[in-house]
């Protein structure tokens, strides 16, 4: 009898921990996502706070269809992909490569380079945005230094569609890189430094120590970094909209940007901006799902 009243009053503690957090993700993640894939389905427009009348018809997959029409969604998307390609196969490679260089001292001066590697991830995005937006722009810095060794160079970075994202992607790379190295960093330091002095006995060379020492211990934490990339890039909006506000011409929107224009600038429309969200969680699922068969393709651990 007193077995099965702890184990009751153990249960209903867990509960009573469990609920709350329980509560909160069902009120501000789940139940949100499901409204508005819900609202994707249907004609919404606001209702009469918004200035429509209308009543709520079930619409189907119209919307998704003129997302996928929509020329702006594919420049969004294609920018997006860029995002997610330099945030894998830029941030995190240089993120990895800095923290290895640290963790094996391989640089002087290792806390001065580690604060001034992080230290722009702490830094307001928006601020972040205008200072580089500033340094790129016509009459900024960055001119007056290509004008001196190439006189009569003309910026025209972000009036010339082909060229108005690499600014971006440059700032992305330079600002979140600091982010991995305290992650690969920290991890880094969990690995048993005899391991690492043993290979080095055997005759292990420097490259073949982060080879089969290092990388297979950290495996699961190059998984975690590629769905914090892959994450965070599908929700790129404050940097780019400090930077450029999806111009010129739009060419430089992303989804997150390409919602939010559909919501709340011009004749609002909700319903394609939650099939623009909706989709945007199926991209991610989908790409985290991929990264995950990878890692087990390549015979990852966590």
């Known amino acids: 009898m007193k077995t099965n009243s702890f184990r009751r009053e153990e249960r209903l503690a867990y509960l009573a921990l469990v609920l709350p957090a329980v509560l909160v993700y069902f009120a501000v ?13 249907t004609d919404y427009n606001g209702g009469q706070i918004f200035g429509g009348d209308n009543p709520i018809h079930f619409a189907g997959l119209v919307h998704y269809l003129r997302m996928c029409r ?9 920018n997006n992909i860029y995002i997610i390609l330099i945030s894998v196969f830029g941030q995190i490679p ?27 991830t702490v830094i307001s995005t928006i601020v972040v ?27 025209t970075l972000f009036l010339n569609p082909k060229t108005a994202m690499l600014p971006v992607l440059f700032v992305m790379l330079w600002m979140y890189t600091g ?5 690969f960093l920290a991890n880094l330091q969990k690995i048993n430094p ?13 490259g073949q120590v982060l080879r089969y020492v290092i990388l297979p211990a950290l495996s699961g934490v190059i998984v975690t970094a590629c769905i914090l990339a892959i994450s965070g890039s599908l929700k790129s909006f404050d940097l780019i909209f400090a930077m450029t506000s999806g111009n010129p011409a739009r060419r430089t929107s992303v989804l997150s940007l390409y919602m939010y224009d559909t919501a709340f600038r011009g004749a609002p429309d909700y319903p ?24 087990r393709r390549l015979g990852g651990r966590e």
């Open 179 to 183: 982010t991995y190295l305290i992650i």
């Open 94 to 120: 240089l993120g990895f490569v800095l923290a290895y260089a640290l963790f094996r001292r391989l640089v002087g001066a290792r806390d001065f380079f580690q604060s001034m590697i992080y230290m722009p």
């Open 29 to 41: 993640i789940a139940f949100p996502t499901v409204f508005s894939i819900g609202l994707s389905l």
């Open 194 to 206: 005899e391991t690492i002095e043993a290979a080095k006995i055997d005759g292990a060379t420097e």
């Open 272 to 295: 394609l901006a939650n099939a623009i969200s909706t989709f945007m969680v199926a991209l991610s699922l989908v790409l985290i799902g991929l990264t995950k068969q990878v890692e």
């Open 70 to 78: 929509d020329p702006y969604f594919l420049i969004a998307l294609k």
């Open 129 to 155: 945005g205008i200072l580089w937006q500033s340094f790129f722009s016509p009459y900024g810095p960055f001119t007056e230094l290509m004008q001196r060794l190439r006189p009569g160079w003309e910026n």
